[in-house]
């Protein structure tokens, strides 16, 4: 299988959306209502959304293709467009997701491996991300890549208040 990790720009957003969309649904569509679902992709993952994020200054996106077809995406934000206040010395992964189709194959490793690249690339000393505390299996992936917890935040899936634990690694 040939893997490519490229960065995605405006002209991609329409692909942007699909995987999106795809991988938030597989992910998270089992344990949450229907309806909580619609709103956050109307609310997070619109053409116009995503858009908006891709011209934003601290925001990039990855688009993770595996044999010419897109298998799932990195986001990754520093500086002031962190979704915490994390100071100029971190880097966020706000979103990493694969279609399970692809899923147990070291993609989410790779992606992962990408940002702390970046991370260091840019001097950085800390790499954090939020995950969901009922998402075991991925706690468990990002423990088993050094990540410790340090905090948690409110996330609001539509009309549900969940909790996302912070987790963090020191580069």
């Known amino acids: 299988m040939t893997i490519e990790l490229k960065r ?3 002209a991609d957003v329409d692909v942007l959306v699909a995987i999106s969309v795809d991988t938030f649904v597989e992910a998270f569509g089992d344990q949450n209502t229907p309806e909580n679902i619609e709103i956050y992709i109307q609310q997070s993952l619109t053409r116009d959304v995503l858009l908006a994020e891709l011209r934003m200054a601290g925001s ?5 293709v595996a044999d010419s077809a897109v298998a799932g995406y990195l986001k990754i934000n520093t500086g002031v467009a962190q979704s915490e206040a994390m ?3 971190a880097l966020e992964v706000e979103r990493i997701y694969a279609l399970a189709a692809f ?3 070291g993609l989410g490793a790779l992606m992962m491996n990408r940002a702390v690249a970046i991370a260091k690339e840019r001097g950085l000393d800390t790499v954090w991300l939020g995950v969901w505390e009922h998402n075991d299996p991925a706690r468990g992936f990002y423990r088993h890549l050094g990540f410790e917890q340090f905090g948690e935040h409110s996330f609001m899936l539509g009309t549900d208040p969940q909790t996302d634990l912070l987790m963090k690694l020191g580069i």
């Open 8 to 10: 995605c720009r405006e």
């Open 60 to 64: 990039e996106f990855y688009l993770l």
């Open 87 to 89: 100071g100029d010395a």
């Open 103 to 105: 899923k147990g194959q």
